[in-house]
């Protein structure tokens, strides 16, 4: 019995599913005249979309590394679009490719299916360059920052309108990187050159600062240099590390409801990218964090697995397992006290005393 015992909790103890699982990485295949500047998620291609830093250009990103082209230099029209691809994102509810262009600065949507495009819009408030881009999926509403200025642009879904929703010199005014749109109506936005991440309430008009990433590396600076993960959690980008940043408020899974504030935020984790390793995106695939580094090698595009991805795991499986193993125990002993009172009968019945 005991050894069965001993193999039995072996055999659960390693059978968590953080401790089943591998992560991914894709080398990507690409000439080294490619430059990418984003990265994003298309489910339903069920590949990666890059942007690329050198002309207004977007490739897909195959999970055997392969790229392919799929809106060219040529059919963007740089004239109306820009020069560069600053960011992208994936509308996948209107399935809608939306990407930002610099140089002129502007905003395309794209099918997904045919990378026709649907409209593009110029943004000349943008001063020539675009910070980072997202989509309230619910409505289809897409928000743009600037680099070179504190403000956010809001572009309707069909591209036949824009405004400046926040006017405010956010950090004496100083450009802002890559945003993202949450749930409860909130724009979080980060501005490399202070650490700063801000929380922008465009219904209100308000600006506050959730959080200063101080004693990291530069933010890098990037658009899609953030990413959100859940309602109330991001990940965000420097030049060597991934950070993982949750809403003070919801230091439990049990309080994550619609209207969380952000009124704070804090860096739950942290993970490097790898030795001569430089971060250029990241992006979001069906609940999993992925970055987009570059190096000496090429771009290689990596699975994040984050340190409190694990303590999670571990408190839910990792307790169900000593829960289980508790019962084991008692089972056994209980086991060993009812043979031992047969043992005890077996005696008294043949006179041994």
Not at 17 to 27: E, K, L, Q, V
Not at 129 to 136: C, L, M, R, S, Y
Not at 158 to 181: A, C, M, P
């Amino acid at each position: 019995m005991a050894p069965l015992f001993f193999i039995f909790l072996v055999f659960l103890l390693s059978s968590t599913p953080y401790s089943a699982g591998r992560s991914i990485n894709i080398n990507i295949n690409s000439s080294t005249l490619l430059q990418f500047s984003s990265l994003a998620w298309d489910p339903i291609a069920q590949h990666f979309v890059a942007g690329s830093n050198l002309d207004s250009a977007v490739y897909a990103i195959l999970e055997t590394g392969t790229v392919k082209c799929v809106i060219s230099k040529h059919s963007s029209n740089n004239s109306i679009t820009g020069i560069s691809t600053t960011a992208v994102a994936v509308d996948h509810v209107r399935q809608r490719l939306i990407v930002a262009f610099s140089n002129h600065s502007s905003v395309a949507a794209y099918d997904l299916k045919s990378y026709g495009r649907i409209f593009a819009v110029p943004l000349p408030e943008l001063n020539g360059g675009p910070g980072g881009i997202a989509v309230d999926l619910e409505s289809g509403e897409v928000f743009v920052t600037s680099a070179r200025r504190g403000i956010v642009l809001q572009v309707g879904p069909e591209g036949d309108r824009w405004k400046v929703i926040s006017e405010f010199k956010i950090q004496g005014n100083q450009g802002l990187g890559g945003l993202v749109h949450t749930s409860n109506g909130y724009i979080i936005t980060v501005q490399p050159t202070t650490k700063k991440v801000f929380k922008v309430d465009y219904v209100k008009r308000t600006v506050e600062e959730v959080l200063s990433v101080n004693g990291a590396n530069l933010l890098a600076q990037a658009g899609p240099a953030i990413v959100l993960r859940t309602n109330l959690s991001i990940a965000i980008a420097t030049s060597r590390t991934i950070l993982l940043v949750k809403s003070a408020k919801s230091s439990s899974r049990i309080f994550e409801k619609k209207d969380s504030p952000w009124e704070q935020a804090d860096v739950i984790d942290k993970i490097k990218v790898g030795h001569g390793k430089t971060v250029v995106a990241v992006a979001m695939r069906e609940g999993t964090t992925f970055v987009l580094t570059k190096s000496q090698g090429g771009y290689m595009i990596q699975e994040v697995i984050w340190r409190s991805k694990f303590l999670e795991d571990f408190e839910t499986w990792g307790l169900f397992s000593i829960f289980l193993v508790c019962l084991l125990v008692m089972y056994w002993y209980f086991w060993q006290w009812t043979n031992g009172l047969e043992k005890i009968k077996t005696f008294q019945v043949y006179g041994v005393y």
